[in-house]
């Protein structure tokens, strides 16, 4: 199965300020999901990238707060931009690659302060 | 709206004690249901997935059942090292609005094996 390296893995941001986390994969794949975990929470699915269009938002979740870029088959961003306290979780990159499924890089977490 | 509701919250058993964790869910259509391991300060790390109702997989002293309302993750003779949390997530034929191949998740099982 395909490894993403994620970066950072953790990081501390003043509020109104923005962070950009990186996936990075080993393989080429179609699409990527960025998912948040806030505390307690399950995780949330954030948007779907796919490379050569626009990422597809879920409902509760803006581009202009989350701007994704996905510039090629193995590396997509997420910004946090404007960021509160709220929006204190981890975020998380996950490919398909067909069956069995979906895996999973090790996360951001991500504290505002 | 899919939903995946897991129980319980968390479980405490002694090392040996077997036990099942559920993972009930509604979904317009079901294309897969997963389970996943999520340890302290990782992504959740895959262990099944199930297509259809009376489905059933095993990895050492894990294993999965599928029925049309829930899923059900048995563990049998538990070592310390199976503590984790456990996530159960759905992926279904029709999503409104957003992507079409996210997943849902519940809130996990946060599984404790005392030596």
């Known amino acids: 199965s395909a490894v993403i390296s994620q970066k950072p893995s953790r990081d501390i941001c003043q509020r109104g300020t923005s962070l950009t986390i990186q996936c990075q994969v080993d393989?080429?794949?179609?699409?990527m999901f960025w998912y948040r975990q806030q505390p307690g929470q399950s995780l949330t699915l954030i948007a779907t990238?796919?490379?050569?269009?626009?990422?597809?938002?879920e409902s509760g979740f803006v581009i202009d707060k989350f701007p994704i870029s996905r510039p090629n088959l193995t590396f997509s961003t997420l910004t946090v931009s404007n960021m509160s306290p709220e929006d204190s979780s981890i975020y998380l990159c996950?490919?398909?690659?067909?069956?069995?499924?979906?895996?999973f890089g090790s996360g951001t977490r991500l504290t505002v302060v | 709206e899919d939903q995946v509701t897991q129980s319980p919250e968390a479980l405490r058993l002694q090392e040996g004690e077997s036990s099942s964790l559920n993972c009930s869910y509604t979904?317009?259509?079901?294309?897969?249901l997963f389970w996943y391991r999520q340890d302290p300060g990782k992504g959740p790390e895959f262990l099944f997935t199930?297509?259809?109702a009376g489905e059933e997989k095993e990895k050492e002293r894990l294993k999965a059942t599928l029925t049309k309302k829930e899923s059900f993750l048995h563990i049998t003779a538990p070592k310390p090292e199976d503590s984790a949390t456990y996530l159960c997530?759905?992926?279904?034929?029709?999503?409104?609005?957003?992507?079409?191949?996210?997943?849902?998740f519940g809130k996990g099982t946060h599984l404790i094996i005392q030596p």
């Open positions: 990238a796919n490379q050569g269009s626009e990422a597809t938002y």
């Open positions: 199930l297509y259809s």
């Open positions: 979904v317009s259509g079901l294309r897969g």
């Open positions: 997530a759905v992926q279904a034929v029709f999503r409104s609005g957003g992507g079409a191949d996210g997943l849902t």
């Open positions: 393989s080429q794949v179609t699409m």
């Open positions: 996950s490919v398909v690659e067909g069956r069995p499924g979906y895996t």
